[in-house]
């Protein structure tokens, strides 16, 4: 697990930190903590701008604080693996922002395991909710990648988590594809071109055509 920090331009701390790398093939986990933190600072500028804005001009009104939490869930974790353990990473925006980190975690948890927005069980469903969750959403799902963040309104927060998600995809693709034109043809995501260890793992119990008893 990696950790980076900056301050944005108009002075808020921006803080990120990888749980899991699930693009090893892409970039390490210094690189995933530098471009976590680079999107968390998309998100300062917005929370700054929207905080500090006129009422009259505030599109989705005025934001009630200066600080965010966001809590992103690894899209290519199994169901099988533990919400605790399935987290990508972590952003915190502004001073106290990790005082909304439970809350945001509560949302993508909620949403990872409903396979909807969280926000409507809490308003809808109530009965999918349980002992322990949060009584507030909303979570964002956009193409697979979930994030829950907390600190402004439920409307707002679902505005600054999608757009997150939003960001982590496009930067996802656009280095992909600058690495499968810089490797050229082949069969797997990996640095070395063989096959991903659980695969390996699955099948090693059965004997190969070379070792079979003839």
Known sequence: ???????????????????????????????????LTRLGQRRAA??????????????????????????????????????????????????????????????????????????????VDPHLCGDGNFRYGHSARVRGQIVGSSSQTPDQDLYEAAALATDLVNELAELHLAWEERTGPGEWFTGDGRPGAEYSAMVEWFPSSDNAAV
């Open 1 to 35: 697990m990696g950790f980076h920090e900056t301050i944005s331009p108009d002075g808020l701390p921006v803080r990120a930190a990888h749980r899991r790398n699930p693009y090893e093939y892409l970039m390490n986990g210094q690189q995933l903590d530098e471009l």
């Open 46 to 123: 917005s929370i700054w701008r929207n905080r500090t804005v006129a009422a009259e001009r505030a599109p989705r009104d005025v934001y009630p604080r200066p600080c965010m939490a966001f809590v992103l869930m690894d899209p290519t974790a199994g169901p099988w693996v533990s919400n605790a353990d399935a987290v990508l990473g972590v952003i915190t925006v502004g001073e106290g922002g990790s005082t909304f980190l439970p809350y945001a975690a509560a949302k993508a948890a909620g949403h990872r395991r409903l396979g909807r927005n969280y926000g409507e069980a809490v308003l």
